[in-house]
C-alpha cells in the first residue's frame, strides 16, 4: 500500500524516489490520477478479489500527500481496468471482475471545482470486452488499445468523439490495429502521435514501441509504425 513520489531535477530526469505514505490498504491492477491537486485511486484487486472503492487524498505544493477519504465507488469492482482524463472527467473502461470475467462498460465521473468526485455515469460499452488495456485521450477522442479479451491479446484500436462538455458522442469507430497484440502496455499521446510502449504480446513481455498519427478526422487511421 506504500505510495512513492520522484524528483524530477532541473534536465528532467527523476533525480529520485522517497516514501510518501501510504494508501488505505494494498492494491494491485488499480489505476491513479492526479486533478485539481488530488490523487484519485480507483478499483483494483487484493486477497478478497477486485474492488470498487474510490479514494482521494490533496497533494500539497511540496509534494507532501494528506489523508485519503472515501469518493463515489466505481459502478462494478474491476482491476486492470483502464482510465483517463478529459474536460474535467474521469472515464474508466472495461476491467476483470471477480466472479463475473472480462468487462465491457465505459463511465465517467465529473471532478468538482473542490475535487470532489461526482456519482458514476454509465457511457455505453466498447466494442468487445477487454482488461489490461489502455484508454487515451488523443485529437478530443478516446483510444481504447489493445487488452486481452479474457483468453488472448488483442491488437484491436477504438475511437470514440468527446464533446465540448466531455460526453461521449456517437459510437465506437476502428482505428488501426496494432502491428502485434498487447496487453499490459502503456500508451501515451504526445501532439498528434499516439505511442504503445511495451506490453505483453501472449507469450512473453515486449520492449518495442509503436507509434500512430491521429487526425482531425475519426474515419482516418494512420498505419502503426514500429
Do not use: C
Not at 490495429?177 to 502521435?193: D, E, F, I, K
Amino acid at each position: 500500500s506504500a505510495v512513492l513520489r520522484g524528483y524530477l531535477d532541473d534536465s528532467g530526469w527523476i533525480a529520485g524516489w522517497e516514501p510518501a505514505g501510504y494508501m488505505p490498504a494494498g492494491l494491485y491492477g488499480h489505476q491513479l490520477a492526479a486533478a485539481r491537486g488530488r490523487l484519485y485511486v480507483r478499483g483494483g484487486s487484493r486477497t478478497a478479489g477486485s474492488r470498487s472503492e474510490v479514494w482521494a487524498a490533496d497533494v500539497s505544493s511540496t509534494g507532501a500527500v494528506g489523508t485519503w477519504s472515501a469518493e463515489a465507488p466505481l459502478p462494478d469492482p474491476v482491476y486492470f481496468h483502464a482510465a483517463a482524463q478529459a474536460y474535467g472527467r474521469i472515464y474508466v473502461s472495461g476491467g476483470y471482475k471477480s466472479g463475473s470475467g472480462v468487462q465491457k462498460a465505459v463511465s465517467y465521473a465529473a471532478v468538482g471545482e473542490d475535487g470532489a468526485l461526482g456519482p458514476w455515469t454509465y457511457a455505453g460499452d466498447m466494442e468487445a470486452p477487454r482488461y489490461a488495456h489502455t484508454l487515451t485521450l488523443a485529437a478530443g477522442r478516446l483510444y481504447a488499445a489493445g487488452g486481452k479479451d479474457g483468453s488472448s491479446a488483442r491488437a484491436e484500436v477504438w475511437s470514440r468523439e468527446l464533446a465540448a462538455d466531455g460526453s461521449l458522442t456517437g459510437s465506437w469507430t476502428s482505428f488501426s490495429s496494432l502491428p502485434s497484440p498487447r496487453y499490459g502496455h502503456r500508451t501515451l499521446a504526445a501532439g498528434n502521435r499516439l505511442y504503445v510502449v511495451g506490453g505483453s504480446n501472449g507469450q512473453a513481455a515486449q520492449a518495442s514501441v509503436f507509434q500512430s498519427t491521429v487526425s482531425a478526422s475519426a474515419s482516418s487511421a494512420a498505419p502503426w509504425e514500429a
